[in-house]
Each structure stands twice: as C-alpha cells, then as structure tokens.
C-alpha cells in the first residue's frame, strides 16, 4: 500500500526559507518519479517540480532558482526546499506519485507567506 506523508509546512515571512518533506511507504522514492505541486485557494492545481528516478529534476518556471526538489534513499523521502518565497507561493503543496498508472496523493501540508 502506497503512502506518502507530506510535513514540514507553515509560516514564513516572504524572503524567508522551508523545507518541505515526503516520507513514502509501499514504494521506493529513488525509483520512482516524484512530484510535488501545489493548490492556492481559488485556484487551479499547479506542478511545482520533478524529480525522476535517475536524478533528473525539473521545476516550474515560478520557482525555478529559488526551490530545490531531493530525496534521501535512506529515509526514503523526497524533500522541497524553498528559499526567498514569495506571498504568491501561499498554497497547499502535495507530494505525488504514478505507480503503473494510478496516482498517488500525500495529504498535503499548507504554507503560508506572509508578505
């Protein structure tokens, strides 16, 4: 059974930095391509950055030089650390995964800028 267990949300004042975490079970985040995107109330869900299962990542165009996606094969946990955030990157952001060809959705943990 797959799970993932988003954590690590909060309140930061923009310019500030989080770390945002990822812990799966059931699969191997280092084998998989993982994902984290984010929902802004009113707003449409957004990706937000990719990592895949060589190491190959890849980030929205929004936060792209600010946020860094990573895992730890040992904790098996996927990480998104944002820096210098902005009160437009307010949202609840989502871990997630495709595993033969259904999703996988954490929970998700909210942030919050204040700006």
């Known amino acids: 059974q797959v799970q993932l267990v988003e954590s690590g949300g909060g309140l930061a004042q923009a310019g500030g930095s989080l770390r945002l975490s990822c812990a799966a079970s059931?699969?191997?985040?280092?084998?998989?391509?993982m994902r984290w995107h984010r929902q802004a109330p009113g707003k449409q869900q957004e990706y937000v950055a990719i990592?895949?299962?060589?190491?190959?990542?890849n980030y929205a165009d929004s936060v792209k030089g600010r946020f860094t996606i990573s895992r730890d094969s040992a904790k098996n946990t996927v990480y998104l650390q944002m820096n210098s955030l902005k009160f437009e990157d307010t949202a609840k952001y989502y871990c997630?995964?495709?595993?033969?060809?259904?999703?996988?959705w954490g929970q998700g943990t909210q942030v919050t800028v204040s700006s």
């Open positions: 997630n995964t495709l595993i033969q060809f259904r999703d996988y």
């Open positions: 990592i895949t299962s060589t190491g190959t990542t």
């Open positions: 059931g699969i191997t985040v280092s084998a998989n391509t």
